[in-house]
């Protein structure tokens, strides 16, 4: 749409009315979601061991420095000219490393999936570092979103305590009740 808009507005505006966006979007990350779920329910999870886990931290971590670190400088010695909100220059270096950091999960997944190569040890090894960056970098840009939009960094803690809370549910709630679906799903199969 950005590309589109700005090189024929009329037609984009005339394809994609302002009435339909909102509804466009909810569709189009239900779809989005619904993909990485089935990317998930494909995946072998044999190959998941603690070497795979410790490599993809080490390759996560490093795939996180490195942008964060040119993107923080960049937003450092660039300020002036990027930052027209008047927004502080901690949050901005912080937005603009995050940003550099931030993955395309969903596109390493296709080409992976594409590529028949998302069961390997280098599919599973980049797809797990991969969600680890993006779980790291989705929490910076929530804490920057929060730096920037309030001064007041109690909503910090707000933030932190919701995602933690909600990891809890998924972990202890979700989990056990899928994990009972599919023991279900698994014994009507065994009866056919």
Do not use: C
Not at 124 to 138: G, H, Y
């Amino acid at each position: 749409p950005t590309v589109f808009g700005y090189l024929l507005p009329d037609v984009s505006g005339f394809i994609f009315p302002t009435e339909i966006m909102s509804s466009l979007f909810i569709i189009s990350n239900l779809g989005l979601s619904i993909y990485m779920f089935l990317v998930g329910a494909e995946l072998n999870l044999t190959l998941f061991n603690k070497k795979t886990f410790h490599d993809a931290t080490a390759l996560s971590i490093s795939a996180i420095i490195v942008p964060f670190i040119m993107g923080g400088i960049a937003a450092y010695l660039f300020n002036d000219q990027i930052n027209t909100s008047g927004i502080d220059k901690l949050s901005m270096v912080i937005f603009l490393g995050t940003a550099f950091a931030i993955t395309a999960f969903p596109m390493l997944a296709r080409i992976l999936q594409e590529n028949n190569i998302v069961n390997s040890r280098i599919g599973i090894l980049s797809l797990l570092s991969a969600s680890i960056q993006d779980v790291f970098s989705w929490i910076l840009l929530g804490l920057v979103t929060v730096m920037s939009t309030t001064k007041e960094y109690s909503g910090i803690f707000i933030m932190v305590a919701g995602v933690a809370f909600l990891t809890v549910i998924l972990f202890y709630l979700v989990r056990p009740a899928l994990a009972k679906i599919a023991e279900k799903v698994q014994s009507f199969e065994d009866l056919s």
